[in-house]
Nanobody, 115 residues
Framework: QVQLVESGGGVVQAGGSLRLSCLAP????????MAWYRQAPGKERERVAV???????NYDGPAKGRFTISRDNAGNTVNLQMNNLEPEDTAVYYC?????????WGQGTQVTVSS
């Protein structure tokens, strides 16, 4: 069973920062587009940011200008640096890998932003 392992979630005050990381198996990571999604209580899961195999990044609405996605090809890790966090960013954040081997999800990491 393929495992994507997220870390870095926690509780932070509004305006603060958190850095999420996701470790993937090398054979998956090297051929996959990597992304971060989030799901807030009572809401659908939404994509936050995505990065191609070659490092090209794109961001979805709430993440623009505040979040930065990056990938460490040597460490098979995708990171999400989140700055200027807002209470509306409170959610479970999921790592996603999409490519030829298939689509895989992590177990999620909770991010809570207090006002």
């Amino acid at each position: 069973q393929v495992q994507l392992v997220e870390s870095g979630g926690g509780v932070v005050q509004a305006g603060g920062s958190l850095r999420l990381s996701c470790l993937a198996p090398a054979n998956i990571f090297r051929v996959s587009v990597m992304a971060w999604y989030r799901q807030a209580p009572g809401k659908e899961r939404e994509r936050v940011a995505v990065i191609s195999i070659f490092g090209s990044a794109n961001y979805d609405g709430p993440a623009k200008g505040r979040f930065t996605i990056s990938r460490d090809n040597a460490g098979n890790t995708v990171n999400l640096q989140m700055n200027n966090l807002e209470p509306e960013d409170t959610a479970v954040y999921y790592c996603n890998a999409y490519g030829a081997p298939g689509t895989y999800w992590g177990q999620g990491t909770q991010v809570t932003v207090s006002s």
